[in-house]
């Protein structure tokens, strides 16, 4: 199966437990990888014959930015399922991260991998 892949998108969203994180969003760092076939437009080199990153991210991003998450955990759970919303997306991975969220670490955060 083929990969497409979004590396280091950044969000600005409200996620975390505590309350000084409830009050102003922070970074968040997400990383998807999509697995589909890209043989199609591999052939035809014509974008509808593939998986659009391009929407993928502008949805992604605007969920992360307005979903206001207790946990990476769960804002995880969410990407995943909007991205196999996509017919030709078969399985998953997602990676959340938020930048300083701990001391000394340059980040903190969950990956996962969902599939149909």
């Known amino acids: 199966m083929d990969k497409i892949i979004l590396k280091d998108l ?8 505590h ?3 409830r ?4 970074e968040i760092v997400i990383n998807i990888i999509l697995f589909t076939s ?5 052939q035809s080199d014509d974008i509808t014959d593939t ?6 991210a502008k949805k992604v991003q605007a969920l992360a930015e307005s ?4 946990t990476v955990e769960a804002l995880a759970e969410d990407i995943a399922g909007l991205c196999l ?12 991260e ?12 969950v990956e996962i991998e969902r599939a149909k």
């Open 85 to 96: 919303e996509d017919p030709q997306v078969k399985k998953v991975q997602v990676r959340v």
């Open 51 to 56: 998986v659009s990153y391009s929407t993928i």
């Open 38 to 42: 890209t043989a199609k437009a591999g």
């Open 67 to 70: 979903s206001q998450r207790f």
């Open 10 to 17: 950044s969000a600005r969203g409200i996620i975390g437990v």
């Open 98 to 109: 938020k930048p300083r969220a701990i001391r000394f670490a340059a980040s903190a955060g």
């Open 23 to 26: 009050e102003q969003p922070q």
């Open 19 to 21: 309350s000084d994180e």
